[in-house]
């Protein structure tokens, strides 16, 4: 069985769309993304440096399009990949993306979703003196009590010795001065504490435009970052990406649900290579692929051929079948 995935906000890299936009039909395809989304993403995909692309209003469009871009060369039609992939998943911001790749959403819904999805996360940040870091190693039990005690929030869990915590600059801080045994804290470049209730409100607004779009069953069953649950419903997986923003990523679990439901093959799309990391690391005996160039694209559609197979037999969410509205 092969899963295809996205990354989240924070795996941006400069220049990425360069050898993307050399071939006519990719540098047209972006140039509409952007009049969609009002950004320049030829612009920040090649020439912006990683102060620029950090930005978030800028980065969770930029990922976006770069799925996309390699999705539609890859697979001919949602339904060419319903034939390879059994399981699709998304980090973070990696679900919307996967959301219009897997059908839910159109590729224009889904620049719209991500300019608003940036945008917003964008002003929460900006409004107070937040951030996030990643503790590296160490006993669970103690990385949680740390945690508690500097009065951080546990916000993704990514895999084996590795989550993320986010809060208040100064409680982050006390965190690095005082880190739990044997880990590592590693403060990451996102200015804001997010995936916490403080986000609430933006997962509110965000609701509203997921109601405001025409949604369809996905033509490759999704896993939800927050309970690894198996979604087939458009709308259901729609209104989880809207409130996911405000809630914590699961992503051992995901990959865990992988394991047990016999993914033999896990292929990143662009820009790839933190899921493939994790996932390494985490499934011993699953094969990866991270596609980053289109010169890659002939390697990863092999590697889709070779790992093809049926999805999941049942869904760990079957909530209603109404395509949206």
């Known amino acids: 069985m092969l899963a295809i995935v996205a990354p989240g906000q924070g795996a941006q890299k400069p220049g990425a769309l360069t050898p993307w936009l050399k071939d006519s039909q990719f540098a047209e395809r972006l140039f509409w993304f952007s009049e969609v ?18 930005d978030t ?42 959301a219009a790749i897997v059908g839910i959403l159109n590729d224009e819904q889904a ?29 669970a039990a103690e990385v ?12 993704n869990r990514n895999g084996p010795g590795q989550v993320v915590v986010a809060g208040d600059v ?30 609430r409100g933006v997962a509110e607004q965000l609701g509203r435009y997921a109601a405001s779009m025409f949604s369809r069953d996905p033509a490759t069953a999704m896993l939800s970052n927050r309970d690894s649950q198996v979604v087939r419903n458009g709308r259901t997986m729609l209104d989880r990406i809207a409130q996911q923003v405000s809630m914590p990523v699961d992503w051992i679990s995901c990959l865990e649900t992988m394991q047990r439901m016999g993914v033999t093959g896990l292929l990143e799309m662009p820009p790839a290579g933190s899921l493939t990391g994790i996932a390494r690391r985490a499934l011993p005996g699953v094969e990866t692929f991270a596609l980053n160039t289109p010169d890659e694209l002939d390697a990863a559609r092999s590697f889709a051929d070779r790992h093809a197979g049926p999805g999941p037999a049942t869904a ?10």
């Open 144 to 155: 949680l009590a740390a945690a508690q005690r500097n009065n951080l929030d546990i916000v």
């Open 316 to 325: 760990g969410l079957t909530a209603g079948t109404d395509a949206g509205h």
């Open 57 to 98: 209003a800028v980065a969770q469009p930029l990922l976006v399009a770069s799925g996309l871009l390699s999705a539609r060369a890859l697979f001919s039609t949602v339904d060419d990949l319903s034939l390879r992939a059994g399981l699709a998943a998304g980090h973070s911001l990696g679900e919307v993306t996967m």
């Open 170 to 199: 100064a409680d982050l801080e006390r965190l690095q001065d005082q880190p739990p045994s044997l880990t590592r804290i590693v403060r990451l470049e996102i200015a804001g504490a997010f995936h916490t209730t403080r986000l």
């Open 37 to 54: 989304c009002g950004i320049d993403l030829a612009h920040y995909g090649t020439a912006a440096g990683p102060d620029t692309i950090r």
């Open 111 to 139: 620049m719209v979703f991500a300019r608003a999805r940036g945008r917003a996360m964008a002003d929460f940040a900006a409004d107070g003196d937040s951030g996030m870091a990643a503790i590296l190693g160490g006993d």
